[in-house]
């Protein structure tokens, strides 16, 4: 039988310490990750919403059907950045929690990005480059997060009990 100890068991000459300090990175990444995220959303959100011409929807009684689904496409990515801002404050205060609140967000980005794209066959709702980008981001963001760099949020577990 295999008898090697694992990496983290193995000993260290005295002249090189083990850090404690390994999940530094992982939070910094992730939080730049999501705030990119977040600034993302939003700054298609403002672009949709400025590229309104609200003098001619004030002065029809109804706006041009343009108008409405460029309101709409707004309306949807606001909630979306402020949940990826909320994970993101999370994340930085507690990040056990946060991980897991930012893994809901991407799924909820996911999954809302997958039916848009299965029921909105005349891009009322979107762009196709536009949900294809924030798909990919969402995608990017999960691969991070699960990957071993990604799990550090999540602290280290417990000693795994010892067979005799």
Not at 77 to 83: D, K, N, Q, R
Not at 108 to 137: A, C, K, N
């Amino acid at each position: 039988m295999n008898d090697a100890p694992a990496p983290q068991n193995i000993p260290l000459p005295g002249f090189i310490r083990r850090s404690s300090h390994q999940h530094r990175w992982s939070l910094a990444i992730t939080l730049t990750l999501l705030l990119l995220q977040t600034a993302i959303f939003w700054g298609v959100a403002v672009y949709l919403f400025t590229s309104v011409d609200w003098e001619l929807v004030e002065a029809l009684d109804e706006p041009p059907e343009r108008v409405l689904q460029q309101i709409t496409r707004a309306l949807v990515l606001v909630p979306f950045g402020a949940m990826l801002l909320l994970c993101a404050l999370v994340c930085a205060l507690w990040p056990r929690v946060g991980w897991h609140l930012a893994m809901i967000a991407e799924s909820l980005i996911l999954l809302v990005g997958l039916q848009v794209y299965l029921s909105d066959r005349e891009q009322l709702l979107t762009d196709r480059p536009w949900l294809y980008f924030h798909m990919l981001i969402a995608i990017l963001a999960i691969v991070f997060m699960n990957s071993p760099e990604g799990k550090l949020l999540l602290g280290q577990n417990a000693e795994p009990a010892r067979k005799s």
